[in-house]
């Protein structure tokens, strides 16, 4: 079946523009997970999503950072007035939500600000 | 902050011989997960392990847990040159957010030919 998918592969954006990144899961899956990948931070956790529970939003870094889920299903986070240190690679994941449950990652969406 | 440190941070070896890489964490974990990074793209699972097992097998691939050193090695056995990737483990904690993964800072692995 299909995997999890990102879109776009690729933005490059200028400081301070607004940008919205995308993630299908795979079908099925109610646990969707942001992460993301810079040099100087590794993989880092930003939000978590549970079926229709409240968000954990413990990860984000600060509140240009917001994230929704659509009827369960695709989400889309975004980031707001974007400043260079946002540069990064943007990977989701989802998994079937229960305890000890793989996560499936998407190829993941690469951030440029300039 | 990270919870795993993983070593050696990079690793060059020759195909056909066999790659062991480390990591260890800071505190207690519910599973502790293996990855395959290629091209700074999308993660690849590759092996889970469950704080109550000591050793798991998947193909090539031989993974260990020692919770009494909060450590992990992962062995790459008859290594190829499609192994070259990084890799990441990562750890689940007792009531963190589901499942969240709290990932190392990874082992850079090349096989050359």
């Known amino acids: 079946g299909a995997g999890v998918s990102q879109s776009p592969s690729n933005k490059v954006t200028e400081k301070g523009k607004d940008v919205e990144l995308r993630c299908d899961p795979i079908?099925?899956?109610?646990?969707l997970y942001w992460y993301r990948q810079s040099l100087g931070q590794g993989l880092e956790f930003l939000i978590y999503?549970?079926?229709?529970?409240?968000?954990?939003k413990s990860g984000l870094p600060s509140d240009r950072f917001s994230a929704e889920r659509t009827g369960g299903s695709v989400s889309t986070l975004t980031i707001q007035r974007t400043q260079q240190e946002d540069s990064a690679v943007y990977l989701c994941?989802?998994?079937?939500?229960?305890?000890?449950?793989?996560?499936?990652f998407g190829p993941g969406t690469r951030l440029l600000v300039l | 902050s990270q919870q795993g440190e993983e070593d050696p941070q990079a690793l060059s070896i020759q195909e056909g011989e066999n790659a062991t890489m480390n990591c260890s964490y800071k505190?207690?974990?519910?599973?502790l997960q293996w990855y395959r990074q290629n091209s700074g793209r999308g993660l690849v699972h590759l092996i889970l392990i469950r704080s109550n097992e000591r050793e798991k097998h998947s193909g090539r691939l031989r993974v260990t847990l020692d919770t009494s050193k909060k450590s992990s090695s992962l062995l790459i056995t008859a290594s190829r040159a499609a192994d070259t990737a990084s890799y990441f483990c990562?750890?689940?904690?007792?009531?963190?957010?589901?499942?969240?993964?709290?990932f190392g800072g990874g082992t850079r692995v090349l096989v050359k030919p």
């Open positions: 999503f549970q079926g229709n529970s409240a968000p954990d």
């Open positions: 505190t207690s974990i519910n599973n």
């Open positions: 079908s099925g899956h109610t646990a």
């Open positions: 994941a989802s998994s079937l939500g229960r305890v000890m449950e793989t996560q499936y």
């Open positions: 990562a750890t689940v904690i007792p009531k963190a957010a589901g499942n969240k993964l709290t």
